[in-house]
């Protein structure tokens, strides 16, 4: 070992998987955005919490920085580790910890994956609702680490709901036990939810008691085709009133095109514009009461075409539309903005930013897709092959800037659910007021005194 600080590291922890091979350095130095070229010092895979400890306090005598890392699925760059940091995976810490049936309460160390964590609930009759597409690979420790969302918030909310308590090594290396699990707890600062979402600045996860709940009652999976963008909000408040939703999704025309060319298989025939799944509780009165809605929805001039699942691989086939998007677009490493806004908000708002977006953007594929019922869109722009990364990242960043104005004017988030990282730190001001980012700065620099903890990520 070349490195001198890694050799004393290596001492304090002869255990302590350590690699500094350069494929080693690339796969755990990046997450899905592959905007930055990865280049970590090392990358220590530690075993237990005492390790982990070990590894901080180790960074803070040589000023090394750490970025903590779960399954690197992130989409803003909150785990990109460019600058000669210390990957710190989560990877190997991957257990259940206990079960407790009288709270219902699942304790997991921070390096299970979602899936996992989902087996782990089911596995005892419960279910741990917060759901999205990369449950296979993203891990709960980075879920709590940006407050991840998905599909099911519309019903369930988002991971902090959650999240009952937190094991985590804060910036000096000291163990925080956060909240214990409990359901009532009136005692001060809730430093719980002040790690949730602060995507590795304040502290490394290592772990959390997660609550369960019971499995939802049988579910209906529909696919809407909608000819217009008015119709989007004008049907979900139709479906909600009427249905019990688990989930409320859209995507457009764009959007299927590609998760087709991926091999999925179309289930509406015809060119509509847009596209809604949606899932609700399906008793027999909510069988009626959907068809009632759909009737309605048609005559009304909301709704184009129609299909419900009939079986539980339609179900999925149905799904696989709406959740296959974000793979078909990877090859083309999409510019994503990942916004939300108050569902009362958007009908105004979204007519802006189509026009906005069709001035900025006449040359560019834009893909749009999301969780409309929780006012949370996903904006996937495409790179035209002509144009290189840098000329088309420019380009996508003025236009950010653009609908962070927008955003602004309409109380809405330049994050929904992504989190900042390194992409959208710049646009932080939009969301956030100065007194607001100065306290967070201050609160960082309690957790943290040496900024250590993923330098340069949500501030910059
Ligand atoms: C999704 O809703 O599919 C995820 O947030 C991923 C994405 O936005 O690409
Ligand atoms: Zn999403």
Redesign the pocket.
Known sequence: MTDARLAELADRLPNLRLLTDPADLEHYGRDWTRRWTPKPLAVVLPGDVAEVQVIVRWANAYGVALVPSGGRTG?SGGAVAANGELVLSLERMNRVLGFDAVDRTLSVQAGMTLHAVHEAAQSHGLIYPVD???RGSCSIGGNIATNA???RVIRYGNTREWIAGLTVVAGNGELLQLNRGLIKNSSGYDLRHLLIGSEGTLGVVVEATLRLTDPPPPSQVMLLALPNMDALMEVFGLFRSRLNLQAF?FFTDVALKHVLAHGAQRAIEGEHPYYVVTEFDADEAAQDAALAAFEQGVDRGWISDGVIAQSEAQAAALWRL??G??ES?APHR?Y?N?ISLRISALPLFLHEIHQLLGREYPHFEVVW???IGDG?L?I?VLRPEALSDEDFIAQCEHVTKLLAATLERHGGSISA??GIGLVKRAYLRSTRSEAEIALMRGVRQVFDPKGLLNPGKLFG
Request: without cysteine.
């Open positions: 989409l999205f597409a990369a969302g998905g599909i999704e709406r959740e998007i974000t677009l999409p994503k990942d897709f999301g969780h949370n996903h996937n659910e992504h």
